[in-house]
């Protein structure tokens, strides 16, 4: 429940909104946890009609006209269209990637075919369309509108949740008690005192229990020195994260992409008895095995967490650094994707540098986006920029110079360093149809 903010210009200190999670919502009064429920029940199913309206009629918008007939008010209304238009938009951007890739494949297998490349018993690719999200766990996402976290004074708790029900005029008072750990964190440690509590506040059911989560918003310094070391990063596939001192962090091969394999494998079986049954008739179609993309999105988040481990561990082995890394491009993302599988393309490999943004922000360290164009085929020694200074995928070898290095390696040293510089233009092999590499300095 971390949000990153705008990107501050450098050295300027960053804001960025930290959770405050599990705080449990106290049973003192079980009849106010029931009318809580009873509100949940109805914002739930209002806030489905708006998500179902986003993700197939209409594009989401938080600030469309009500259109459903419910017993919330206005304000609690709109609160369900905003949290609807929330996850319809993030639906989207998933289902379009995942079709992005798809019709890449498609034109993928195309070529092969009129190449006579195909390798024999591949399948075309199929799309099988996505299912409308559905909400289960009662979540509330509110505003200062209809909830309000008031200061209890002369009380054991630490403060009312204050909740306007389907009760007009009749607010739900609930108490709120912190345990010793939210207060810990809630404690500026700077002034000691307490933090300055948003007004947005997310409230989730499990099981039988109201849980309340808070956020607050934390200016951090950049600390890193001016004159720090510079490390370039290179994000990649075989290796998520090469550093230009020659680490290297995390990796899809291996472990995650046997998964990939699997996975992929299950959801074609699936597919094939899927057509086998609907040729015999069954039409049933709730009854017939699903080629849903539950699978495909659980291996996604894996991949995310496996690159959060890696940049982690990145920035913890490199203390009083600071870094460059690279500005991927969705065109250089799709050339660096193209060994992957459908499920597993841009939106993962784009996590990489949001992940890197998201460390040195929380860190406070220096981390400065810069062009990657061309850095894998531009010589760190000699600047000679050719295609052909790549014999294989993990190879590097200057055909001017004879540099030969580890591929990724060359590349994050050539992104450390482009940190700072524009006297590329001076560089002696950066003739010919490098030019535009210049050009996409010069901007
Ligand atoms: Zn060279």
């Given amino acids: 429940m971390k949000k990153r903010k705008k990107r501050a210009k450098k050295s300027e200190p960053q804001t960025i909104t930290k959770a405050v999670t599990h705080i449990r919502l106290e049973a003192t009064n079980p009849g106010k946890l029931t009318a809580l429920d009873a509100l949940a029940e109805v914002y739930l199913e209002l806030t489905q009609q708006y998500t179902t309206l986003f993700c197939t009629d209409e594009r989401p918008n938080g600030f469309r006209a009500p259109c459903f007939l419910t017993s919330l008010s206005e304000r609690w209304h709109r609160v369900a269209i905003?949290?609807?238009?929330?996850?319809?938009?993030?639906?989207?951007?998933?289902?379009?990637?995942?079709?992005?890739?798809?019709?890449?494949?498609?034109?993928?297998?195309?070529?092969?075919?009129a190449d006579?490349?195909?390798?024999?018993?591949?399948?075309?690719?199929?799309?099988?369309?996505?299912?409308?999200?559905?909400?289960?766990?009662?979540?509330?996402?509110?505003?200062?509108?209809?909830?309000?976290?008031?200061?209890?004074?002369?009380?054991?708790?630490d403060y009312w949740l204050k909740v306007s029900t389907l009760d007009k005029g009749n607010p739900l008072l609930i108490p709120v008690k912190l345990a010793d750990y939210h207060k810990e964190q809630l404690t500026d440690p700077e002034t000691g005192k307490r933090r300055k509590i948003n007004r947005s506040v997310t409230l989730n059911r499990r099981e039988e229990t109201w849980w309340l989560t808070l956020t607050y918003d934390e200016t951090i310094a950049v600390q890193t020195a001016p004159d720090a070391p510079v490390i370039g990063i290179d994000v990649g596939i075989a290796n998520f994260v090469t550093t230009s001192d020659g680490k290297q962090f995390g990796t899809f091969n291996g472990r995650l992409r046997e998964r990939q394999k699997r996975d992929r494998e299950k959801r074609r079986r699936k597919a094939k008895l899927r057509k086998c049954l609907e040729k015999r008739g069954v039409l049933d179609a709730k009854k017939l095995p699903s080629t849903s993309s539950a699978t495909g999105q659980r291996l996604m988040r894996h991949v995310r967490q496996s690159i959060n481990r890696a940049v982690n561990l990145c920035f913890e082995e490199h203390e009083g650094c600071q870094f460059a890394y690279e500005q991927l491009s969705v065109a250089s993302m799709r050339h660096k994707a193209r060994a992957m599988n459908a499920y597993m393309r841009a939106s993962n490999l784009a996590h990489i540098?949001?992940?890197?943004?998201?460390?040195?922000?929380k860190r406070g360290v220096q981390a400065t986006r810069v062009k990657s164009a061309y850095s894998s085929q531009e010589c760190q020694v000699c600047h000679y920029v050719d295609r052909k200074n790549r014999p294989?995928?993990?190879?590097?070898?200057?055909?001017?110079?004879?540099?030969?290095?580890?591929?990724?390696?060359?590349?994050?040293?050539?992104?450390?360093?482009?940190?700072?510089?524009?006297?590329?233009?001076?560089?002696p092999y950066f003739a010919g149809y490098a030019r535009c590499v210049l050009q996409k300095f010069a901007d």
């Fill in 392 to 427: 294989n995928q993990g190879t590097f070898l200057c055909r001017v110079c004879g540099h030969t290095a580890h591929a990724d390696r060359n590349a994050a040293e050539n992104i450390a360093s482009r940190l700072g510089d524009l006297e590329l233009r001076a560089r």
């Fill in 116 to 157: 006579g490349t195909l390798e024999e018993g591949t399948k075309e690719p199929e799309w099988s369309e996505w299912n409308v999200p559905t909400l289960r766990q009662p979540c509330i996402q509110a505003n200062g509108n209809v909830m309000k976290l008031e200061e209890a004074k002369e009380s054991t708790f």
């Fill in 353 to 361: 540098p949001d992940q890197i943004t998201w460390n040195a922000t």
């Fill in 82 to 113: 905003q949290h609807g238009a929330g996850i319809a938009k993030s639906w989207r951007s998933n289902r379009a990637n995942a079709y992005q890739d798809y019709l890449d494949a498609q034109a993928s297998y195309q070529e092969q075919q």
